[in-house]
C-alpha cells in the first residue's frame, strides 16, 4: 500500500491552517532573528548567513557547502 497519500494529507494539513495566521511584522521578525542568531549553539562556530558569501567562500576555498534552511526572519 503506498502511504505517500497519506503523508502528503497529512502535511497539507498542518500547513494549511498556518496559512490563516497573521503574519508578525518586520520589527518582531528582526527581534526574533537576533534572539536565535544569540543562542549558544551559534556562537561554536563561524557561521555565515549569507548564501552567496558562503558560496563564494567555498570555491575560494575549494570546500563543500553546509547548508541548514529554515524559515527567514525577513520579508
Same mark, same amino acid.
Given at each position: 500500500?503506498?502511504?505517500?497519500? &497519506?503523508?502528503? /494529507? +497529512?502535511?497539507?494539513?498542518?500547513?494549511?491552517? *498556518?496559512?490563516?495566521?497573521?503574519?508578525?511584522?518586520?520589527?518582531? =521578525?528582526?527581534?526574533?532573528?537576533?534572539?536565535?542568531?544569540?543562542?549558544?549553539? &551559534?556562537?561554536? /562556530? +563561524?557561521?555565515?548567513?549569507?548564501?552567496?558569501? *558562503?558560496?563564494?567562500?567555498?570555491?575560494?576555498?575549494?570546500?563543500? =557547502?553546509?547548508?541548514?534552511?529554515?524559515?527567514?526572519?525577513?520579508?
Amino acid at each position: 500500500m503506498n502511504r505517500l497519500p &497519506f503523508a502528503l /494529507a +497529512a502535511l497539507l494539513a498542518t500547513l494549511l491552517p *498556518a496559512q490563516n495566521r497573521p503574519q508578525p511584522d518586520q520589527e518582531t =521578525l528582526q527581534k526574533l532573528r537576533t534572539e536565535k542568531l544569540a543562542k549558544p549553539v &551559534f556562537q561554536k /562556530a +563561524a557561521w555565515v548567513t549569507d548564501y552567496d558569501a *558562503a558560496r563564494e567562500q567555498a570555491k575560494k576555498e575549494n570546500k563543500l =557547502l553546509f547548508t541548514y534552511f529554515t524559515r527567514s526572519y525577513a520579508a
